[in-house]
């Protein structure tokens, strides 16, 4: 019975043993990722149902290339969200632009807004004749 309880006893006792912080050990430095060097913003394209397709997403980019902002990728899509069926409504389409992290708070004084507080919002190809 001796024997039947000390090998109950030791694993119990090793797994208790390993949860155990020993100070001698020196704590692991776990680096903070690296902060992005672009991040994504959006502007709606002002396009309304039954009428006007809104800006383009060339238009929209050239908005950012004048006011300083580099842009390196661009994209279309729609903001997610539900929206009442009716003319004259806006079709939720949005231009994405990929840009300097640096250059964000530019991108915001002419209306962008960053991709992460859309988190409903669905990327596309953008579908433009020349």
């Known amino acids: 019975m001796k024997k039947t309880t000390a090998w109950i006893c030791l694993p119990a006792a ?8 020993d100070s001698r050990l020196p704590d692991a430095q776990v680096e903070p990722p690296p902060a992005p060097r672009t991040i994504q913003v959006y502007k709606p394209t002002g396009a309304v ?44 389409s949005i231009a994405v632009f990929a840009i300097s992290q640096r250059d964000l708070p530019e991108a915001q004084r002419i209306g962008f807004k960053p991709l992460a507080e859309l988190p409903s919002a669905q990327l596309t190809p953008c579908n433009e004749s020349p």
């Open 49 to 92: 149902q039954c009428g006007d397709s809104g800006s383009t997403a060339a238009t929209l980019a050239l908005q950012l290339v004048e006011s300083g902002v580099s842009v390196s990728d661009a994209s279309c899509g729609h903001d997610g969200m539900m929206r009442i069926a009716q003319c004259g409504a806006p079709d939720g």
């Open 14 to 21: 090793l797994l208790v043993a390993s949860c155990s912080n």
